[in-house]
């Protein structure tokens, strides 16, 4: 099993990095092997909507992504870990979400099937510096879409308020412990357990979390 550990934040090191770090710690990889992308050390482009995927298949913009989508379609998992930006994901995971428009356009317009047969199954870790209700609304919605261009389905995720400055989360050593169960049970219990009874993992699974 793989799983695409997708680092979202431009803080290296900073919150949402320590977090996922713990959630790969967890994991056992005698039963996942993962690999962590830091998207602000790639390069590339948001959608620029010439539609040539509609006809194509494929993106046909020359940058990083063109190795990260035989990455996307080989993952079992696939993990976003994102801090808030004014209600949303960063741009980074915005531009990252966007380019999925070419595997949308194989799968609803070209009728194509997942190329390795796969049913990514996707996790959220997020975290913002205020207390809003609705901070996890905009990301959940995202990427719930964005895996069902996969033919994913969304687990659930982690989500934590009120970690602003950086290495904050330090402080709450109980949210990176949750996160680390969290990777452990996913590489441990058995898929179809993981699929029947989804909360087993501790996540959080609500809309509006
Ligand atoms: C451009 C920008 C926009 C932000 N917008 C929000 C926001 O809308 N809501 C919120 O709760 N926190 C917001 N924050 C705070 C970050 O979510 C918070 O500092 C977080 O801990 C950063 O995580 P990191 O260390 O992984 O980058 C914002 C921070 C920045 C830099």
């Not at 809003?132 to 995720?157: H, N, P, Q, T």
């Not at 050593?173 to 680390?180: D, K």
Request: aromatic residues 14%.
């Amino acid at each position: 099993m793989y799983l695409l550990a997708i680092h979202g934040s431009p803080r290296k090191n900073g919150n949402t990095e320590i977090l996922l770090d713990y959630f790969l710690k967890g994991i056992n990889q005698e039963f996942i092997s993962f690999e962590k992308i830091r998207l602000s050390e790639l390069k590339y482009q948001p959608c620029i909507e010439c539609g040539e995927c509609e006809t194509k298949g494929e993106c046909v913009l020359e940058d990083d992504f063109k190795e990260l989508y035989y990455k996307i379609f080989k993952a079992d998992f696939i993990v976003v870990a994102t801090p808030i930006f004014f209600y949303s994901h960063t741009s980074y995971v915005h531009a990252f979400f966007e380019r999925f428009q070419a595997l949308w356009a194989r799968k609803y317009i070209l009728k194509l099937p997942h190329p390795f047969n796969k049913k990514p199954k996707g996790i959220l870790l997020g975290l913002g510096g205020t207390k809003g209700k609705k901070l996890f609304e905009c990301v959940i919605r995202s990427f719930k879409y964005v895996l069902d261009a996969v033919y994913g389905i969304y687990l659930g995720g982690l989500f934590f308020r009120g970690i602003d400055k950086r290495g904050e989360i330090l402080n709450y050593p109980e949210y990176l412990e949750l996160a680390r169960d969290v990777g452990f049970k996913l590489s441990t219990l058995p898929e179809k357990e993981i699929l029947e009874s989804p909360e087993k993992l501790n996540l959080n699974t609500n809309s509006t979390p």
